[in-house]
Protein backbone atom coordinates (compact mmCIF):
# COMPACT_ATOMS: atom_id res chain seq x y z
CA UNK A 1 0.00 0.00 0.00
CA UNK A 2 1.06 3.47 -0.59
CA UNK A 3 3.27 3.03 -3.52
CA UNK A 4 0.28 3.38 -5.99
CA UNK A 5 0.83 6.48 -7.81
CA UNK A 6 -2.67 8.09 -9.07
CA UNK A 7 -1.12 11.16 -10.46
CA UNK A 8 0.65 8.81 -13.74
CA UNK A 9 -0.83 11.03 -15.67
CA UNK A 10 -2.89 9.72 -18.73
CA UNK A 11 -3.05 11.89 -22.03
CA UNK A 12 -1.36 15.17 -19.85
CA UNK A 13 1.44 15.62 -22.65
CA UNK A 14 0.99 13.94 -25.60
CA UNK A 15 3.72 14.37 -28.06
CA UNK A 16 2.99 15.67 -31.08
CA UNK A 17 -0.07 17.52 -32.54
CA UNK A 18 -3.47 15.60 -31.46
CA UNK A 19 -5.50 13.72 -34.24
CA UNK A 20 -8.03 17.39 -33.69
CA UNK A 21 -5.14 19.27 -34.51
CA UNK A 22 -4.24 17.36 -37.43
CA UNK A 23 -7.95 17.54 -38.84
CA UNK A 24 -8.23 21.08 -38.38
CA UNK A 25 -5.44 21.87 -40.23
CA UNK A 26 -6.36 19.37 -42.72
CA UNK A 27 -3.82 17.59 -44.82
CA UNK A 28 -5.47 18.35 -48.72
CA UNK A 29 -3.20 19.71 -50.90
CA UNK A 30 -3.91 21.16 -53.97
CA UNK A 31 -2.63 22.29 -57.51
CA UNK A 32 -1.36 25.96 -57.38
CA UNK A 33 -3.10 27.52 -60.67
CA UNK A 34 -0.15 29.70 -61.08
CA UNK A 35 2.92 26.99 -60.87
CA UNK A 36 1.32 23.70 -60.61
CA UNK A 37 2.90 22.63 -57.57
CA UNK A 38 1.17 21.28 -54.41
CA UNK A 39 -0.14 23.51 -52.00
CA UNK A 40 -2.17 23.66 -48.86
CA UNK A 41 -5.89 23.16 -49.71
CA UNK A 42 -6.38 26.40 -47.07
CA UNK A 43 -3.34 28.32 -48.39
CA UNK A 44 -4.41 31.82 -49.08
CA UNK A 45 -1.07 32.33 -51.03
CA UNK A 46 1.19 29.75 -53.01
CA UNK A 47 4.61 29.01 -50.82
CA UNK A 48 6.44 28.39 -54.45
CA UNK A 49 5.63 31.57 -56.49
CA UNK A 50 3.67 33.52 -53.69
CA UNK A 51 1.05 34.03 -56.35
CA UNK A 52 -2.63 34.58 -54.47
CA UNK A 53 -4.55 31.25 -54.85
CA UNK A 54 -8.39 31.62 -55.43
CA UNK A 55 -11.31 30.03 -54.20
CA UNK A 56 -11.43 26.62 -55.66
CA UNK A 57 -15.38 26.62 -55.12
CA UNK A 58 -16.31 30.12 -56.49
CA UNK A 59 -17.69 30.45 -52.78
CA UNK A 60 -18.00 34.52 -51.47
CA UNK A 61 -15.43 35.60 -49.46
CA UNK A 62 -15.73 34.89 -45.18
CA UNK A 63 -17.05 38.54 -44.47
CA UNK A 64 -19.27 38.40 -47.12
CA UNK A 65 -20.92 35.60 -45.36
CA UNK A 66 -20.91 36.78 -42.04
CA UNK A 67 -22.80 39.81 -43.07
CA UNK A 68 -25.29 37.89 -44.63
CA UNK A 69 -25.76 35.48 -41.87
CA UNK A 70 -26.17 39.30 -40.00
CA UNK A 71 -28.45 39.79 -41.93
CA UNK A 72 -30.76 37.02 -41.93
CA UNK A 73 -30.57 36.73 -38.43
CA UNK A 74 -31.30 40.31 -38.46
CA UNK A 75 -34.21 40.09 -40.49
CA UNK A 76 -35.58 36.97 -38.66
CA UNK A 77 -35.38 39.26 -35.61
CA UNK A 78 -37.55 41.81 -36.60
CA UNK A 79 -40.03 39.49 -37.67
CA UNK A 80 -40.52 37.61 -34.62
CA UNK A 81 -41.11 41.23 -33.24
ZN1 LIG B 1 2.38 28.55 -57.28
Known amino acids: MGDFDPDIGEGLDPDGPSAEDLDRFGS ?6 NCGKDIYDQAEICTHCGQ ?9 PLWVMIVLAMVVFAVLFFLTL
Not at 28 to 33: K, R, T
Not at 53 to 58: A, F, I, Q, T
Open 28 to 33: EFIACP
Open 52 to 60: AVEEKSGLP
